[in-house]
């Protein structure tokens, strides 16, 4: 045993269940709840192939980056080959469309809405590095409650929501309840999604 | 033109010369030069064969990570093999020694000693990310000026380091100063450059 054990952290395979557009194990530096006091949050997982996954403009109270490039990061450039819908906005009403098609990084101010990102077409692995500058990590979605009102919630990550179908353990973004929630008023891509809110007054 | 074009960035290809251990291009993402205002520094580089680069220890005034983890992000653990050697301690003189040899992160606190750094045995090109919290990002190191003084020498980067063979460009860290900025008689392991500082008042 070191003096500063504590500030060294393995990463451990986490098998998903996201679906065959993602590799079977991820992996994730959950700030918090790897290391004590860490101020950081990093995810590690790519998609294979076209996805939808996320559909909610959310946010955050701290800075967040993503970090789109190809798998192999002995030629991030090269192995990138893929278009992807991302939206992003201070007004969820007045969210802006970007697609990507090169390696990029895109910052994320705080309470800043982002999303619906879409993969439309991925014609090599994209390797998605979700980077945000709190221990705690979790997002704001804005809850539509079908009569015209809404509210705003708080999913909280990294500790802080438990597995839906096993409410003894940690969620771990594993993606097995992801088809289970699925509804069929759902959008079915990203700009039908975005243009949703277009008439909110935030 | 997008009202957040101003919160993407493609990344650019930024050739170096290191040597036949790294890959002919990085990438960098170097906080306020590449967006203005952003609080986050980050590279994209593998090492694909042994090598012993960063020499001296250092710190910074703000967080850091250091993530390794194999080259292939469709599976981090299975394409890691590696040894390295890694030092890190509170006090320049204390610096305690953490061989890596699983796919890991490191976390540097602010005005936390760390390095040196050595890749002792390279089977599979490690992929090496170093992540700090601060948009202007650059380390502080001890020099000896004259037998039993010292000072704390800042040598910034991000846009505060100019190229010492071209001072009308940024230091890119390509790579190309630094066999000659090696001092003769310097030490040949990370563990011999650790243990020059025992005698630290620091």
């Not at chain 2, 997008?2 to 650019?12: A, C, I, M, S």
Request: with cysteine.
């Amino acid at each position: 045993m070191g003096r500063y054990d504590n500030l060294v952290h393995t990463f451990r395979k986490q098998y998903n269940h996201w679906g065959d557009f993602m590799p079977p194990y991820q992996a994730y530096f959950r700030g918090h709840d790897c290391l004590p006091d860490s101020s950081f949050y990093s995810s590690y997982r790519c998609y294979m192939k076209e996805a939808f996954i996320d559909k909610e403009p959310n946010f955050h109270s701290e800075e967040e980056y993503l970090c789109f490039t190809g798998y192999d990061m002995l030629d991030p450039w090269g192995t990138f080959d893929a278009d992807i819908e991302f939206w992003i906005g201070e007004k969820l009403s007045k969210l802006e469309k970007h697609i990507i098609n090169k390696p990029t990084i895109v910052r994320i101010p705080p309470f800043f809405w982002h999303c619906p990102l879409q993969y439309h077409r991925v014609g090599k692995p994209v390797y998605l590095q979700v980077l945000g500058t709190r221990g705690k990590f979790g997002t704001y979605v804005c809850r539509l409650d079908g009569k015209g009102g809404y509210s705003i919630e708080y999913t909280g990550l990294s500790g802080q929501k438990k597995c839906v179908m096993d409410p003894e353990k940690k969620c771990t973004v594993c993606g097995k309840c992801y088809r289970a929630r699925e509804k069929a008023e759902d959008p079915k891509n990203a700009t039908e999604s975005a243009l949703r809110y277009r008439s909110f007054d935030f | 033109m997008g009202k957040y074009d101003r919160l993407v960035h493609t990344f650019k290809k930024q050739y170096n010369h290191w040597g036949d251990f790294m890959p002919p291009y990085q990438a960098y993402f170097r906080g306020h030069d590449c967006m203005e205002d952003s609080s986050f520094y980050s590279s994209y580089r593998c090492y694909m064969a042994e090598a012993f680069v960063d020499r001296t220890p250092n710190f910074h005034t703000e967080e850091e990570y250091l993530c390794f983890t194999g080259y292939d992000m469709l599976d981090p653990w299975g394409s890691f093999d590696a040894e390295i050697e890694f030092w890190i301690g509170e006090k320049l003189s204390e610096l305690e020694k953490h061989v890596i040899t699983k796919p890991t992160i490191v976390r540097i606190p602010p005005y936390t000693w760390h390095c040196p750094l050595e890749y002792k045995r390279v089977g599979k090109p490690v992929y090496f990310q170093v992540c700090g919290l601060r948009g202007k990002f650059g380390p502080m190191f001890y020099r000896v000026t004259e037998p039993g003084t010292y000072r704390i020498e800042y040598v910034g980067s991000a846009g505060a380091k100019k190229c010492l063979l071209d001072e009308s460009v940024q230091c890119t860290f390509c790579g190309k100063c630094w066999k000659q900025t090696l001092p003769p008689g310097g030490p040949e392991n990370a563990t011999e450059a650790a243990l020059l500082y025992r005698n630290a008042e620091l």
